[in-house]
Protein backbone atom coordinates (compact mmCIF):
# COMPACT_ATOMS: atom_id res chain seq x y z
CA UNK A 1 0.00 0.00 0.00
CA UNK A 2 1.31 3.44 -1.15
CA UNK A 3 1.84 6.00 1.71
CA UNK A 4 3.28 9.27 1.97
CA UNK A 5 3.37 11.03 5.46
CA UNK A 6 3.87 14.20 6.11
CA UNK A 7 5.95 16.24 8.91
CA UNK A 8 7.25 19.65 10.23
CA UNK A 9 4.49 21.85 9.41
CA UNK A 10 4.02 24.49 12.81
CA UNK A 11 3.85 28.18 13.37
CA UNK A 12 7.02 29.96 12.60
CA UNK A 13 7.32 33.89 12.54
CA UNK A 14 8.08 35.51 9.00
CA UNK A 15 11.59 35.42 8.42
CA UNK A 16 11.92 32.13 9.88
CA UNK A 17 12.38 28.58 9.12
CA UNK A 18 10.74 25.07 8.82
CA UNK A 19 11.57 21.78 7.73
CA UNK A 20 9.01 19.66 5.93
CA UNK A 21 9.43 16.20 5.76
CA UNK A 22 7.75 13.14 3.20
CA UNK A 23 8.57 9.58 4.35
CA UNK A 24 7.32 7.52 1.85
CA UNK A 25 6.70 3.59 1.48
CA UNK A 26 4.51 1.27 -0.21
CA UNK A 27 6.85 1.52 -3.33
CA UNK A 28 10.46 2.34 -4.89
CA UNK A 29 10.92 5.67 -4.10
CA UNK A 30 13.56 6.40 -6.75
CA UNK A 31 10.63 5.42 -9.14
CA UNK A 32 8.85 8.67 -8.91
CA UNK A 33 8.99 12.00 -8.48
CA UNK A 34 8.06 13.58 -5.31
CA UNK A 35 6.43 17.06 -4.92
CA UNK A 36 5.52 19.67 -2.56
CA UNK A 37 2.05 21.25 -3.44
CA UNK A 38 0.12 23.58 -1.12
CA UNK A 39 -3.56 25.10 -0.80
CA UNK A 40 -4.53 28.36 1.00
CA UNK A 41 -7.64 28.80 2.62
CA UNK A 42 -10.28 29.18 -0.44
CA UNK A 43 -7.58 29.08 -2.94
CA UNK A 44 -6.55 26.29 -5.19
CA UNK A 45 -3.96 23.25 -5.00
CA UNK A 46 -0.20 25.32 -6.14
CA UNK A 47 2.79 23.87 -7.20
CA UNK A 48 6.07 24.36 -4.65
CA UNK A 49 8.73 21.81 -5.94
CA UNK A 50 9.40 18.85 -7.32
CA UNK A 51 12.39 16.57 -7.36
CA UNK A 52 12.98 13.84 -10.05
CA UNK A 53 13.21 10.32 -9.06
CA UNK A 54 16.88 9.85 -8.46
CA UNK A 55 17.14 13.45 -7.01
CA UNK A 56 19.14 14.76 -10.44
CA UNK A 57 16.64 17.70 -11.39
CA UNK A 58 14.61 19.66 -9.47
CA UNK A 59 12.13 22.55 -10.27
CA UNK A 60 10.55 25.02 -8.13
CA UNK A 61 7.77 27.93 -8.57
CA UNK A 62 8.54 31.04 -9.04
CA UNK A 63 7.53 32.39 -5.86
CA UNK A 64 9.38 30.43 -3.78
CA UNK A 65 12.94 29.97 -5.84
CA UNK A 66 16.04 30.67 -3.94
CA UNK A 67 13.73 30.58 -0.44
CA UNK A 68 13.14 26.71 -0.62
CA UNK A 69 14.68 23.86 -1.20
CA UNK A 70 14.07 20.33 -1.98
CA UNK A 71 15.80 17.27 -1.16
CA UNK A 72 15.59 13.44 -1.16
CA UNK A 73 17.54 10.69 0.75
CA UNK A 74 16.30 7.36 -1.26
CA UNK A 75 18.16 5.35 1.69
CA UNK A 76 15.74 6.94 4.03
CA UNK A 77 12.39 7.17 1.73
CA UNK A 78 12.06 10.84 2.31
CA UNK A 79 11.81 13.42 0.74
CA UNK A 80 12.52 17.16 2.43
CA UNK A 81 11.30 20.46 1.79
CA UNK A 82 13.95 23.20 3.71
CA UNK A 83 11.38 26.53 3.88
CA UNK A 84 13.72 29.67 4.51
CA UNK A 85 12.89 33.71 4.59
CA UNK A 86 9.39 32.30 5.31
CA UNK A 87 6.43 35.09 4.37
CA UNK A 88 2.50 35.68 5.50
CA UNK A 89 1.78 34.04 2.25
CA UNK A 90 3.76 30.93 2.34
CA UNK A 91 0.66 29.95 4.66
CA UNK A 92 -1.05 27.17 3.51
CA UNK A 93 -1.40 23.18 3.90
CA UNK A 94 1.10 21.12 2.11
CA UNK A 95 1.27 18.38 1.20
CA UNK A 96 3.85 15.84 -0.32
CA UNK A 97 2.63 13.44 -3.93
CA UNK A 98 4.31 10.75 -5.75
CA UNK A 99 3.78 10.80 -9.74
CA UNK A 100 5.41 11.77 -12.57
CA UNK A 101 8.30 14.66 -12.72
CA UNK A 102 5.59 17.55 -13.80
CA UNK A 103 3.83 20.39 -11.90
CA UNK A 104 0.59 19.55 -12.48
CA UNK A 105 -1.26 18.15 -9.53
CA UNK A 106 -3.34 15.65 -12.01
CA UNK A 107 0.58 14.14 -12.60
CA UNK A 108 0.44 12.93 -9.08
CA UNK A 109 -1.35 9.84 -8.06
CA UNK A 110 -0.71 9.43 -4.59
CA UNK A 111 -1.08 11.93 -1.73
CA UNK A 112 -0.05 12.46 1.77
CA UNK A 113 -2.55 13.80 4.40
CA UNK A 114 -1.07 17.31 4.52
CA UNK A 115 0.76 19.49 6.78
CA UNK A 116 0.03 22.58 7.87
CA UNK A 117 2.30 26.04 8.10
CA UNK A 118 0.91 29.20 9.35
CA UNK A 119 3.56 32.12 8.97
CA UNK A 120 2.69 34.77 11.29
CA UNK A 121 3.54 37.42 14.24
Known amino acids: QVQLVESGGGLVQPGGSLRLSCVVS????????IAWFRQAPRKGREFVSA????????DYADSVKGRFTISRDNAKNTVYLQMNSLKPEDTAVYYC??????????????WGQGTQVTVSL
Open 97 to 110: AAGMYMRRWSDYPF
Open 26 to 33: GFTSDHYA
Open 51 to 58: VSGFGVNT
